[in-house]
């Protein structure tokens, strides 16, 4: 559980780390278009170059990348067998009668586990080097012209950002009470499925307890502090967009371009 980046910050003065965090929320939307517009296996190197290069100006460690696709493992393990069976095809490679393996059923499994892997590195390639309160700012920056529909721009960013921030923290959380149990003599390991299910609940009861203890001090924290909403709030630091951002937009509107022109010339 400690291994889930989903939600995590790691501080730098990277290129990515400087750059406006509504450009960043932008070029992961070009990122997730990007990634589903593919429909061939081997055009997925575009979208995967991208977040290479996004990897390196960033300098984050590929670690975090690799521990982010941790919780996902037995999800993309269901749905690449879960593709075998129901994909058809017809190059048979085995016939059991009740069944056959085929060679598009490999190459579609193979196909959206990378696109899964891609998404999922992506979105955490953005928390990573956005801290949750410039994240709220973007985000709310993107959603106040909904403003005039009566949208709670300001509510809205402000839930999904303490949602995603208190992540790792409740993973955090989970691993404590889970070692604290063992400590007692609880088994987490034995048994059948069933028995496991039921040996989660000393951790989920005082998981509620602390996760409602943690979401009243914070309220609690927000009044003290005279919190209203977004009316009137001023912010230390003031978005603007600067070259850096212009480019980052630029480049990703490349790969974005290079993928549909790959895709027309090369069907």
């Not at 509504?22 to 278009?33: A, C, E, N, Q, S």
């Amino acid at each position: 559980m400690r291994d889930i980046t989903l939600g995590q910050f790691v501080a730098g003065n990277s290129v990515i780390h400087r750059l406006d965090p509504r450009t960043k929320i932008g070029m992961m939307i070009l990122y997730i278009v990007m990634t589903f517009l593919v429909k061939k296996i081997w055009l997925m190197t575009v979208p995967f170059a991208y977040l290479v290069l996004e990897l390196i100006l960033s300098g984050i460690s590929l670690r975090y990348i690799v521990n982010s696709l941790k919780p996902i493992r037995f999800l993309l393990i269901f749905m690449f067998i879960l593709n075998l069976f129901f994909t058809k095809g017809e190059h048979v490679w085995l016939d059991l009668g009740f069944w056959q393996l085929t060679g598009e059923a490999v190459l579609q499994s193979f196909f959206l586990s990378i696109r899964i892997i891609l998404l999922v590195a992506g979105a955490s390639m953005l928390t990573l080097t956005t801290s949750p309160i410039a994240l709220t700012d973007g985000l709310e920056k993107l959603l106040s012209p909904l403003k005039i529909f009566h949208f709670p721009a300001h509510e809205l960013a402000m839930m999904m950002t303490i949602a995603l921030r208190f992540v790792p923290t409740l993973m955090d959380e989970s691993e404590k009470i889970r070692n604290a149990q063992m400590s007692r003599g609880a088994d987490f390991e034995s048994g059948n499925i069933f028995k496991r299910v039921k040996s989660m609940i000393p951790i989920l009861i005082p998981l509620f307890v602390s996760s409602f203890r943690k979401a009243d001090e914070l309220a609690t924290a927000m009044e003290s502090r005279c919190y209203h909403g977004g009316d009137g709030r001023t912010r230390l630091h003031q978005l603007k967009f600067r070259k850096e951002d212009l480019f980052a937009i630029l480049i990703t509107l490349v790969f974005v371009a290079s993928l549909i022109v790959a895709m027309i010339l090369l069907p």
